[in-house]
C-alpha cells in the first residue's frame, strides 16, 4: 500500500479563487511529480521535484506553482482558478531510479 | 521534440489468449523504462521497470522487452483475463533521472 496522499478528494471552486492541492508521502522519497490528466486522456508532467528547494517545470506549461519546503510534503497552487484549469490532478513519488507510487489524484471542477 | 507513442487505438482480445502493447519512443535516451495499469479514475500503478542494458523482464504473466535499437517495447500479458482490463501507460525516465514522463496509453478490454 502506498503512502502518499492527496487532499482534497474532489474540490468545486468559483473562478479566481486562490487554491491550494495537499500532496504528502511517508516514504521519505526524494522525487515527487505532479501530472494533470483529463478524462480519458494521457497524463502529463507539470511540475517535479527531485529534493528540498528544488522544483522544476515539466513538459506541459501549467499556470500553477509548486513548493518544496519538506521533503513530505509537495503542494500545488492556483493563485486565480480559470474554467480551463478544471481537471484531475495526479501527485506521484519515487526514489531516484524506481518506481514512481501516486496518489489517489484530485478532480479539480472550477465554475 | 520528444516523443513516447503507444497503441493508438484500444485493443481488444479474447480471454486466454496473449496480449502485446507496444510503446515507441523518439529523441530519449532513457535509462530505464517502466510500464504502469491504470484504472477509470484511479491513479496509476507499478507493474514493471527494465533498465536500458536489459533485454527482456518477467513478472508472472507479464513480460517486458526493451530494444533501444529500435527504441521500442513491447509489453505481453499471458493468459489474459478480463479483470487486465485497464489502460496500461509505458513511462520513460531519463538518464539524469530527473523527470518521468508518459505515453498516452493502450485501453486494453479482455472479452470473456
Known amino acids: 500500500e502506498a503512502d502518499i496522499y492527496q487532499t482534497p478528494r474532489y474540490l468545486v471552486i468559483g473562478t479566481g479563487k486562490k487554491i491550494t492541492l495537499e500532496c504528502s508521502q511517508t516514504m521519505g522519497h526524494d522525487k515527487m511529480y505532479w501530472y494533470q490528466q483529463d478524462p480519458g486522456m494521457e497524463l502529463h508532467l507539470i511540475h517535479y521535484s527531485y529534493g528540498v528547494n528544488s522544483t522544476e517545470k515539466g513538459d506541459l506549461s501549467s499556470e500553477s506553482t509548486v513548493s518544496r519546503i519538506r521533503t513530505e510534503h509537495f503542494p500545488l497552487t492556483l493563485e486565480s482558478a480559470r474554467p480551463s484549469h478544471t481537471s484531475q490532478y495526479l501527485c506521484?513519488?519515487?526514489?531516484?531510479?524506481?518506481?514512481?507510487?501516486f496518489g489517489q489524484g484530485t478532480r479539480l471542477t472550477v465554475v | 521534440s520528444q516523443k513516447i507513442e503507444q497503441n493508438s487505438e484500444a485493443l481488444n482480445i479474447q480471454e486466454g489468449k496473449t496480449a502485446t502493447l507496444t510503446c515507441n519512443y523518439t529523441?530519449?535516451?532513457?535509462?530505464?523504462l517502466q510500464w504502469y495499469r491504470q484504472d477509470p479514475g484511479r491513479g496509476p500503478v507499478f507493474l514493471l521497470l527494465i533498465r536500458e542494458n536489459e533485454k527482456e523482464k518477467r513478472k508472472e504473466r507479464l513480460k517486458v522487452t526493451f530494444d533501444t535499437t529500435l527504441k521500442q517495447s513491447l509489453f505481453h500479458i499471458t493468459a489474459s483475463q478480463p479483470a487486465d482490463s485497464a489502460t496500461y501507460l509505458c513511462?520513460?525516465?531519463?538518464?539524469?533521472?530527473?523527470?518521468?514522463?508518459f505515453g498516452s496509453g493502450t485501453q486494453l478490454t479482455v472479452l470473456p
Open positions: 506521484a513519488s519515487s526514489e531516484f531510479t524506481t518506481e514512481a507510487f
Open positions: 513511462a520513460l525516465l531519463s538518464g539524469s533521472a530527473r523527470q518521468l514522463t
Open positions: 529523441n530519449y535516451s532513457p535509462a530505464y
